[in-house]
């Protein structure tokens, strides 16, 4: 008859469970989680008998009428049995033991514990005691050898040993299992077992895989396998008569072998799929006890009676269609925060009501075959049961002799199985940066702005909240009377959550610790049957997603604002200023991927989605482990398989791979817990967990730093090194652009070094390509280049000697000079709309070391008024022009920020530059190719980034606005390439140039005998000779420079209307309305400032540039043009 599985029965309460049966197998005997031992008379007994050892109970043991336990108070303890009587304590451990056992004739018990050790003790004698030493981690089972000679053991550090009993040696030690820290966060708790009898094979479960090792030469036999197992093996058990021998996995499957074929006889599927961990055979009959992880016990009987299961057909049970859409997941311990490892394939659940006495294979396996309906029949089945029957009949003298078992012949007239893709489970929904739910004391979030704990112990139900910068607010201690289970912190409050019970319905809980009122907390009650999943926080508002698939959204203070529908079930959310990123399912995944997508929306003012439900990137057979922001705004996350992913706008919101923490773990079980991300600088911040996924609150964890990288190509050659550096820093500093592309203050200089770093790469790229003579790729490098690098490269090209490629290289840099100069006019409409942009978002709490708004729009106002700054605008591109710093302004020091000396690597913001324009001195021979590279990394050490962009330019300190717009921007950039002249005049002004290198703040002032040909005055000028006076008056020590600067500085206080009519004056208009507009200014200032402007007016003639073209340039162009281009 075939096996009969019964029904289960409630034993113990949830938690590692124990059973045995006793010496002749009259009753069998559990322990569990509820510090209780009880003994069943059989499996129908409604009222067994119970012991109570301590307040847990690990495992037991019993023979020869003493039980032993492995209690919580560390110790091991003798009852006598079945009486109960307690008989002593046998030995003590330092921690908990986790696995006890006799020996075959019960005058010996073997124990292992947590505290690494296993101890082998007479049951007699006590104080006859063997330790075992050598595990690096917790002993998680033991097995004695029928024979007395060996003990096998295994343990969190990945081993499994074989120890002499006799001298307490280590005879042999396998590496087969996952290391892990401790025994809850096992993968499995690999119960072995020595066979009956001869002990010639020791079996040891390993992942899905039994492994059989044979005695003395402990090599491996053989492997024990099925397809029917689908996770990894729990505990293995032999039959009595060592001939079969059985396996439970942690999915509730139970498979049994008949070990000499190596053939699998049963096969049987818990009916919640709870985790196995306990099997004992009966020791007459052939019934094995089994318990899971729940506390409950169950039985299968008649073992081996039917026939044997047929391999393909099991497979095909397990991928019928009825196990293709069940819902019920409410017992999968998937992803469910657990310690668990993704599941390749879904849980087939089992149902009694499906038995079916046509496949005579192991307990109530679901039909393989889809019937239409319960009552429908199929005529093909009929046939085919009826033949199998008599074909059983004329087989069974055969099968009595051989102890084989046939396999069940197929039908073709079967419906055919589904053998297609299996759906997976879906990843269930969790909150960043906490640990699983399910422990005592766990995090609850742990972020950038600081940490939430949770205590949940039988001293204390409680909530910690502590900040990383205290001034934000002080620690904070709170009663979780509620059973808040989900928390985010930000700098203006804390949010809680709970799930719904029975009496109550789930709550949002905030704590609105940054108000400047006295009511600082409020709570909103979900309606009924709607269960909050996921919430996050951003600047002025809370979100909470729900069972409902809402997403509702609430202000800080407590008003409800938006709700909208998700698509799917939420798995997380994360906020970040005014943007909201959720994360949901998409629909079914298959083959071990998640199928989610996400949702990035903009809850400012001006409303809007940026991500539209798009299909979310994760490893294969990953699922989200953690999802967030950068502390500058950028949406990231992280999958389980270490991958950490950023969102790049600059390629049409794609997902970028920014580093892999897989690859800094020492050990495969060792992974790095994501708490934070930041692009300046470039960090990860994370928490190694060695032989885990998450850490413990205690003691606590310390943040280690980890650096991107991108996965590029041959990152270990030169080239692929600078091209993943050149592009990393892009991906990195695109949040500098979306910042100002929203009105968002950021630090300027973080733009311009990231600009200098980026060119500088690109450099290094094109003289390594030229090295390669790859003059096209050259070309290519040069297109990412800006202009200033572009004429640095033609410089290059040309020492080099590559004439083709300087002159291609010149041609590209009239087409960019061309581009640029329709510059100012974009530029004036980006200025325009930013405007009002800017009225609608607010500034960002992450974003330090800020420049004002408002001194930019400034500027820009000066800038377009005026046509001394109309030079610089049309040779800048609208991006950088935006972000440029104020060239006067104070707050930048020449210590912050610094420049290349030789101006050959320049921020895109400067002007225009003469390709062939030689910034060292006239002597310096020409250099060899990798000596040019040597500039980039001089610095000036005086001259700040914003005061010198003059220098940057042309080598000199003359002030770059004082200098009029050229006519024509195209004659300008032919002008680069011709060949000019020099003579006596130019090389004055170049060796003054070499001089103002080193003197970036002092002003130079042009010869005398060119001021007459002066180019016009700019209305700043004009304005400046009224008012020095007045600067000098208030500021006595300022020498020319300073002046110029301050100038500037009160010109640009003045409105546009003011700033206009100086300009028209300055441009030969008429000058009444000027002169007039000026009366009115001298007489709100004292009388005594009317001296001081005549010395302004003397000085300011001095100052003013040479009309004519820079003597300098032709003298430059001159000399290198005759050389790159003489004769060979």
């Known amino acids: 008859m075939p096996s009969v599985q019964k029904p289960m029965r409630y034993g113990h309460t949830e938690g590692h469970t124990d059973v045995c049966f006793d010496d002749t197998g009259s009753c069998i005997v559990t322990c569990g989680g509820d510090g209780d031992v009880r003994i069943w008379e059989n499996l129908d007994d409604d009222d067994p008998k119970s012991i109570s050892v301590g307040e847990k109970a690990y495992s037991c043991a019993l023979k020869n009428g003493k039980l032993i336990t492995a209690v919580s108070n560390n110790t091991v303890q003798i009852h006598t049995f ?106 499995s708790i690999c119960r072995l077992g020595w066979q009956p009898g001869s002990g010639e094979l020791l079996a040891i479960p390993v992942d899905k895989i039994v492994k059989l090792y044979k005695r003395e030469t402990w090599d491996s036999q053989f492997d024990l396998s099925d397809t029917f197992i689908t996770l990894p093996l729990n505990v293995v058990a032999w039959s009595p008569c060592g001939q079969y021998l059985a396996a439970g996995s942690v999915d509730g499957s139970i498979v049994v072998w008949n070990v000499e074929t190596q053939e699998c006889i049963e096969r049987m599927k818990h009916e919640k799929n709870y985790t196995i961990c306990g099997l004992a055979w009966h020791p007459r009959y052939k019934q094995i006890a089994y318990t899971d992880t729940e506390g409950n016990l169950g039985l299968l009987e008649n073992i081996g009676d039917g026939r044997k299961a047929d391999d393909k057909v099991a497979s095909e049970v397990t991928k019928d269609y009825n196990g293709l859409f069940d819902g019920d997941d409410d017992d999968d311990d998937y992803l469910n925060g657990d310690l668990s490892e993704p599941q390749s394939s879904p849980k087939a659940g089992a149902n009694e009501d499906d038995d079916d006495d046509l496949m005579p294979t192991s307990g109530p396996l679901r039909r393989a075959v889809i019937d239409d309906d319960d009552n429908s029949l199929d005529i093909g089945m009929i046939k085919a049961s009826s033949s199998l029957l008599e074909k059983e009949d004329d087989d069974d003298d055969d099968d009595d002799q051989t102890g084989g078992f046939p396999a069940l012949p197929p039908s073709s007239t079967q419906k055919p199985f589904y053998d297609g893709p299996m759906p997976t489970p879906k990843q269930r929904p969790f909150q960043s940066g906490s640990t699983p739910a399910h422990l005592m004391h766990r995090f609850m979030v742990w972020n950038s702005v600081g940490i939430i704990r949770c205590y949940n112990d039988e001293q204390d139900n409680a909530i910690d909240i502590e900040f990383h910068d205290t001034s934000i607010h002080h620690a904070t201690h709170l009663p979780n009377s509620l059973n ?23 709550k949002l809980h905030c704590i609105h610790f940054s108000s400047w009122d006295t009511n600082k907390e409020w709570t909103v009650d979900m309606p009924k049957d709607e269960d909050i999943e996921a919430i996050c926080l951003g600047q002025g508002w809370a979100a909470c997603a729900t069972s409902a698939l809402l997403v509702r959204v609430f202000t800080v203070g407590g008003v409800q604002r938006e709700i909208f529908s998700l698509p799917g079930p939420v798995v997380s959310m994360a906020g970040h200023g005014e943007q909201l990123m959720i994360i949901y399912h998409r629909g079914t995944g298959f083959d071990g991927d998640q199928c989610l997508g996400v949702q990035l929306m903009e809850l400012g003012k001006k409303k809007k989605q940026i991500l539209h439900g798009d299909p979310l990137s994760l490893t294969k057979k990953s699922y989200l482990v953690w999802v967030g922001f950068s502390a500058e705004g950028t949406p990231c996350y992280v999958d389980s398989e270490g991958i950490v992913r950023m969102l790049n706008r600059g390629v049409g919101n794609t997902w970028i791979p920014v580093c892999n923490t897989r690859e800094h773990c020492k050990g495969k079980s060792d992974h790095y817990w994501v708490v934070g991300v930041h692009e300046n600088p470039q960090q990860l911040r994370c928490i190694p967990c060695k032989g885990a996924r998450f850490p413990p609150t205690l003691p606590r964890p310390a943040v280690a730093i980890l650096p991107f990288k991108l996965p590029y190509c041959q990152v270990t050659t030169e080239k692929g090194q600078m091209e993943e550096q050149y592009w990393r820093s892009v991906v990195l500093h695109n949040h500098v652009d979306y910042l100002s592309k929203n009105g968002y203050e950021f630090d300027e200089n973080v733009k311009s070094q990231s600009v200098k770093e980026q060119q500088e790469l690109l450099m290094k790229l094109f003289a390594l390509s030229c090295k390669l003579e790859r003059e096209y790729r050259c070309v290519e490098l040069a297109d990412l280049m800006t202009q200033n690098v572009v004429n640095l490269a033609i410089k290059y090209a040309s020492r080099s000697r590559r004439l083709n490629l300087a002159q291609r290289l ?13 510059a100012p006019e974009d530029e004036e409409e980006e200025e325009d709309f930013r405007k009002h942009l800017n009225a609608g978002y607010s500034n960002p709490a992450t974003v330090w070391s800020q420049l004002p708004v408002r001194n930019v729009q400034q500027n820009q106002e000066v800038e377009d008024a005026e046509e001394a700054d109309a030079c610089e605008e049309a040779e800048e591109t609208p991006e950088v022009h935006r972000q440029r710093p104020n060239p006067f302004s104070r707050s930048v020091t020449s210590a912050e920020v610094t420049t290349p000396k030789s101006a050959v690597i320049a921020s895109s913001s400067q002007g225009r530059v003469n390709p062939f324009k030689v910034s060292s001195n006239k002597k310096d021979p020409v250099v060899p190719s990798a000596n040019v590279l040597d500039t980039m990394t001089k610095y000036s050490k005086k001259t700040s980034l914003s005061g010198s962009r003059a220098v940057n330019k042309q080598s000199t300190p003359v002030i770059k606005p004082l200098i009029p717009k050229p006519k024509s921007k195209q004659a300008s950039a032919a002008s680069f390439f011709q060949v000019r002249t020099p003579n006596s005049s130019e090389k004055t ?40 006076a007045n600067i000098l008056r208030d500021n006595p020590d300022l020498n020319e420079a300073e002046v110029i600067k301050e100038g500037m500085s009160r010109f640009r206080l003045l409105s546009s209307e003011e700033r206009m009519v100086w300009t028209e004056k300055a441009k030969g208009g008429t000058g009444g309305a000027v002169n007039g507009l000026a009366e009115d200014k001298k007489r709100k200032r004292p009388a005594a400032e009317e001296e001081v402007k005549k010395n302004q007016e003397e000085k300011l003639e001095a100052s003013n540039l040479p009309k004519k073209p820079k003597p300098f340039d032709q003298s430059t162009n001159a000399r290198l043009s005759a050389f790159a281009f003489k004769p060979s």
Request: net charge negative; charged share 25%; hydrophobic share 35%.
């Open 82 to 187: 079945p009486e109960g009587v307690p008989d002593g304590i046998l030995t003590r451990f330092t921690t908990n033991a986790n696995h006890v056992i006799f020996n075959s004739d019960g005058t010996k018990v073997a124990a292992g514990s947590s505290d690494f050790m296993v101890k082998v003790v007479e049951v007699t004698d006590s104080s006859k005691q063997r330790t075992f030493r050598g595990h690096d981690a917790p002993v998680l089972s033991l097995s004695f050898d029928p024979k007395d000679v060996y003990l096998a053991s295994a343990s969190c550090d990945g081993s499994v040993r074989v120890w002499k009993i006799a001298d307490q040696t280590c005879t042999t030690s396998w590496p087969l299992l996952q290391k892990c820290n401790d025994v809850i966060n096992a993968k």
């Open 484 to 506: 808040h289970t989900m928390a985010d912190l930000s700098a203006e409050a804390a949010l809680l959550a709970c799930e719904s019970t029975q009496e109550l319905a789930s």
């Open 810 to 822: 010149s041609e590209m840099a009239v087409e960019k000079a061309s581009e640029l100069a329709t």
């Open 989 to 1028: 002004v170049e060796e003054r140039e070499e001089k103002a290198g080193n003197e970036p703040h002092e002003v130079q002032i042009a010869p005398e005998e060119n001021t007459e040909n002066r180019r016009p005055k700019t209305g700043f000028q004009m304005w400046l000779e009224e008012n020095r």
